[in-house]
């Protein structure tokens, strides 16, 4: 039994810490809330020159070659430091789903781009409120041209092109295409509960696209693309997590009421044991689905799934309840609790809901024992 | 990361299985003796084979395995069904590494390989009326008399002491002193003249617990362990091991059970796993258990690199109890009217979910109640501070009481 990070791995773990400790303290995040701009382009930078971008690509597209192990640490950290770009929206969803389901060609092209930060990437699948199902979606693609509308588009404003789920008559109901944006596309931003991280509303005229995969087979190549995302999501989450209960402790212990710590009541102390006790279950969870995603293993769909549901259940607890330790002053805009508070429900929405995915995880199971 | 054996883990996980193939006893065996017979017979067999308590020394009756390998067993003796058992987790989990740690050679000598050899069965005297999470309260009082101590007092919730041979025992010897500073250690005999067991009935209608009485009851004083006043330290080697051992406990009632419950009952006359709440908490349990799973593989990994278990193993019985309460709850629900019948030739799984109904609030509570587990989680793994102790450094003859005595 060996189930723990690799010596490497727990390096690289120490080594991004610092390094977004130096460069993301949470001034940076709320620099990019208080101008709304989305993102920090410089942190972005730097973020790109690390090679965190290229880390899963693999060497002949211009990638790092690391596994998906390496991604999970630099995903944890990222979430720890509520870090305000679009590393989820290039990495975790365009530069997978090009792996996926790209053609030669189509990696040849674009990776080594993703890779080197040249190119910002994202995937493009709600229209407005309500799941994404083959019968809600009105996108549709025809003669290489794509018509529709997605909303909400996360770092549509910054990225260069958008993997963009349309309907199909055919097949699963779906197609992925990939679309250079630009010419035919417009981009609108949205504000949402997080303005740390861009979304925007993305009108496609009839721009040209390539597709993705083969017509008709969009939704399930989504599906996969969601799980291996999930995993990553998760690890994100779990940062956060962790980082809103190391506030709360902090808080707790320092701030006085009737006469002793807040961290020595009992209404305090058990709130934060159970955000300790969410946290950990939720972080093992995520162990088994960096397992699956990085062998690519059979159990991924029960593995992401379950990472998914705990960590989103984890982050939100622990982001309401640190708040709640800091009284008063956790709601205020001066406080740092505000940004794991809405990154936790961003992250929970991003790639579908806690209920969306605690039906995913019992369909697996039913699944895998049917078969 | 992997999850597949070592070449050593293995060879190990061979050769156990190897040995249960052609050890287990058969149901014709067992056939007609009563609980306690079966499970010494197979205890003994397993000890004759050098197969029992295998992480104790070679010297105790064990075979100096490593904790890996203690899994290792517990997977493969596990697939045997109905093996007979459980009596001696007691004197095996708390009071042998007890004996281990603080008893001289001479004992360990006498007591342990009979410990390993189920020959003799221990059970722990420790909670009482007055002191159950604040168990350094407690009252029975040992009084010294030339080279004996006198024991005057009352145990309670003690599990197995109507079938056990020995027990360990903690009781106040100075109540002049702060509570934590008059208390001392021994190890008695049950069968002791002035030892009187009364069973304790449960909820559930069955008797695992009982009071144990104490009148005038003669110790020598070669049966304590550690220094006269030194039992709270004592204890608190007993104690880390009885969280440890009453967490790894699984329960019948879990996420298989009650999906195969799910996908039988229906609602609506659609199987009710199809209904979108039920998927909901039937994914929110998978997730606790496969979280606790992940956890315990990765304290696994921790030990088989040498760490010692610590406070965070909490976890394990702070979430399994609460959920197997919920989810033996929920399966009832989804019976409907016929979720209350707890008949075992008319319920589902012959009452399972019935009988663990009534049978789950005393794991809440056993071993440290969900709150002291929350505490000992705040306290030790978070560093948060105790709570004030209004009782700290008073005599313990002058702590308030609300009327106990």
Redesign the interface.
Known sequence: ?????SEDQNLLREQARGFLADNCPTTVVRKVLNAETGHDADLWRKVVDMGWTATAIPEEFGGLGLGY?ELCVIAEELGRAVAPIPFSSSVYLATEALLLAGSQAQKEKWLPKLAAGEVIGTFAMAEGAGRTTAKSIKTRVSGGRITGTKVPVPDAAVAGIAVVLAGHNGGDGGTLCLVELGQGTSVTPVRTVDPSRGHAELRLDGAACEILGREGEGFTLTQTILDRAAVLFAWEQVGGSEAALEQA?AY??GRYAFG??I????A???K???M??KN???R??C??G??AL?ANAPELRVAA??AR??AT?AYYFASKENIQTHGGMGYTWEFDCQFYYRRAKLLSVAIGSE?L???R??TA??QN?AA | MDFSDSPKEAAFRAEAKAWLASNVPSAAELDGLDPLTAAKLWQKRKYDAGWACITWPKEFGGRGASAIEQVIWNQEESKFQGLPGGVFSIGQGMAAPTLMTWANDEAKARFIPKLASGEEIWCQLFSEPAGGSDLAALRTRAVKDGDEWVINGQKIWTSGAHYSDWAILVVRTDPSVPKHKGLTYFYINMKSPGVEVKPIKQISGEAHFNEVYFTDVRVPDSQRLGAVGQGWQVSLTTLMNERASIGAGGSAVGFDSVFKLAQKVEIDDRPAIENASVRAKLADWYCQESGLRYTAYRTLTALSRGAIPGPENSIGKLVGAPKTQDMASFAMDLLEQAGAIRDESLSEEMALYQNTYLSIPGLRIAGGTDEIMANIIAERVLGLPQDVRVDKGIPFSEVPTGGAK
């Not at chain 1, 039994?1 to 990070?5: A, G, L, S």
């Not at chain 1, 961290?263 to 009992?266: F, G, I, K, L, P």
């Open positions: 039994m060996n189930f723990e990070f192990l402790r707790a212990l002793r710590p961290a020595s009541y009992q305090i102390k058990h934060l044991a159970n300790y006790v950990t279950l939720a093992s969870n162990y088994y960096a397992w990085n799934a379950t549901v705990s259940q209920a995915w605690q039906d995880l019992i199971i039913e024992t």
